[in-house]
């Protein structure tokens, strides 16, 4: 499970975004579900992400927030001789971060 507690803490202050931002690109790729986004049949490449925060809500028991994230997809049979080809790769994340303990679930949404 996935723990964002700056980002708990920063909520309903004005630099919720960034620190969403801040703490999602300091991930490891691997750690998101990208692998759900990719679009030629790749695997996400270790490269660093790059976020962009759409919005933000709470509920009862969350604070959501939906998430553009760009990652590279290494594409291995492409057909482009032996080199595997690294493509940019994006998806929409919806976060949805538990208010008491910041445990975070993460899903690949698309509109």
């Not at 490449?45 to 997809?73: Q, W, Y």
Request: some cysteine; hydrophobic content about 45%.
């Amino acid at each position: 499970m996935l723990i964002f507690p700056k980002t708990l803490q920063a909520w309903n202050t004005t630099t919720f975004s960034a620190v969403l931002k801040a703490e999602l690109e300091a991930m490891a790729p691997a750690d998101l579900p990208l692998h759900k986004a990719v679009s030629q049949a790749g695997f996400v490449d270790a490269r660093p992400l790059t976020a962009t925060v759409f919005g933000s809500r709470e509920t009862n028991e969350t604070v959501e927030a939906k998430v553009g994230v760009f990652f590279t997809e290494i594409v291995v049979t492409c057909g482009c001789g032996d080199e595997p080809m690294p493509i940019n790769g994006y998806c929409e994340l919806l976060m949805a971060i538990d208010k008491v303990t910041s445990e975070t679930s993460i899903r690949v949404v698309s509109d």
